[in-house]
């Protein structure tokens, strides 16, 4: 069990920790996929339905949830900005009633469980790159902070239920993160940008367009979440990829690899817009291991092909 966070604190634990579920030690895996489908979709799982060690379950992890695992990933909560800001009060819930519920069944089950946490924690940093250890400068009563402060409880709910009960737990920061599969009306950038230059369409800059992403593949981050769950290190970690992107650098490299004929145009931004965003990967690496292996120009043309399978639309020839 790990008895410090990664970034130096103490955290003394008051109560032993629960008996590891015995799953723990069973030879095969088994995977239970809970989703509510708010932003989620049934196609990205037709390969493992019917699969005799795969289960799936239509389930809101805002109710409590009765099932038996030694793992815990628990992702659900919606994380594009227009999915979130569309019904805040349920984000919230998501972020507070889910994760407590998660933590319940850890601590009934003695599951180790990871929360993927966000970069968003961070606000519109006035550090650059951020480290965890800073602090983060966030609005509390944005029309953001349903998510950046709804994931900052969650992360304190975890911190509370290890030094309270010894719940084996794992956070992650994520850095925006992109790949095939990504519902193609999700709203963030870079499925936007790529959506846009397969039909066609002028790819849609928010102002000023000097704003900064750090954009991380999937399998990367993938990689990231088994490592720090595999691990000795409660967290929070910064996983993401540092190469770092102003949204207009993002539109013109999209452009040169989908479509050089197509317009960019820069349109009104929403409010609370983070200025800049880079991890300091340096805990993950020394920790984990890991660092990114793709990056942003090797990524787009692999989300690209799979937009273009599912937008019907072939490459043409001279581009
Ligand atoms: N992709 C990123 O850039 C990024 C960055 C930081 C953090 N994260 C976090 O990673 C996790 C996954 O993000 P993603 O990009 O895959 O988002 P996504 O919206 O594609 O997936 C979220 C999933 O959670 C499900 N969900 C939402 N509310 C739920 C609820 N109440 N009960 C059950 N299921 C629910 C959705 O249906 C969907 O399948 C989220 O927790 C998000 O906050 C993602
Ligand atoms: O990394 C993170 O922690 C967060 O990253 C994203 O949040 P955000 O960066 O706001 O996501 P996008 O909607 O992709 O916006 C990125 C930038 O692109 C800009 N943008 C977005 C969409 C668009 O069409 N054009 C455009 O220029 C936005 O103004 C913003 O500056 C995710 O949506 C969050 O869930 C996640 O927690």
Redesign the pocket.
């Known amino acids: 069990m790990a008895k410090e966070s990664s970034n130096g604190d103490q955290h003394t634990i008051t109560r032993p920790p629960p008996t590891p579920s015995p799953l723990r030690f069973s030879k095969f895996f088994q995977v239970i996929a809970?989703?509510?489908?708010?932003?989620?979709?049934k196609d990205?799982l037709k390969k493992w339905i019917g699969h005799p060690r795969f289960e799936l379950i239509r389930?809101?992890?805002?109710q409590p949830l009765l099932v038996e695992v030694d793992q815990i990933y628990?992702?659900?909560?919606?994380?594009?900005p227009i999915?979130?800001k569309y019904n805040p009060v349920?984000?919230i819930?998501?972020n507070v009633i889910?994760t407590l519920n998660m933590l319940g069944l850890a601590k009934r089950v003695g599951a180790r469980i990871l929360?993927?946490?966000?970069?968003?924690v961070y606000g519109d940093p006035l550090e650059h790159p951020q480290k965890e250890e800073y602090w983060g400068n966030v609005n509390p009563i944005g029309v953001r902070s349903c998510?950046d402060e709804g994931?900052r409880v969650a992360e304190t709910l975890m911190f509370d239920y290890h030094r309270q009960h010894g719940i084996e737990i794992r956070i992650?920061?994520?850095?925006?993160?992109?790949g095939p599969r990504?519902?193609i009306d999700?709203g963030?950038v870079v499925s936007n940008f790529i959506a846009q230059a397969i039909r066609g369409e002028s790819l849609t800059v928010q102002a000023p367009g000097t704003q900064t992403r750090s954009f991380?593949y999937?399998s990367d981050?993938v990689d990231g979440l088994i490592r720090l769950m595999g691990g000795d290190h409660t967290g929070p970690i910064n996983i993401?990829n540092p190469g770092e992107f102003t949204m207009m650098e993002l539109a013109e490299t999209v452009k040169e690899l989908v479509d050089p004929t197509v317009q960019v145009k820069i349109v009104e931004n929403t409010p609370d817009d983070p200025r800049q965003r880079k991890p300091d990967i340096a805990k993950a690496k020394g920790l984990l291991g890991w660092e990114p292996k793709i990056t942003l120009r090797e990524g787009l043309p692999l989300m690209e092909d799979d937009f273009r399978q599912r937008l019907a639309v072939p490459k043409k020839q001279n581009n």
């Open positions: 809970v989703d509510n489908y708010f932003t989620g979709s990205n389930h809101d992890v805002t628990h992702l659900a909560c919606p994380a594009s999915f979130y349920k984000t819930k998501t889910g929360l993927t946490s966000t970069s968003e998510y994931k992650a920061r994520i850095f925006n993160t992109y990504m519902n999700d963030r991380c999937v981050m993401g």
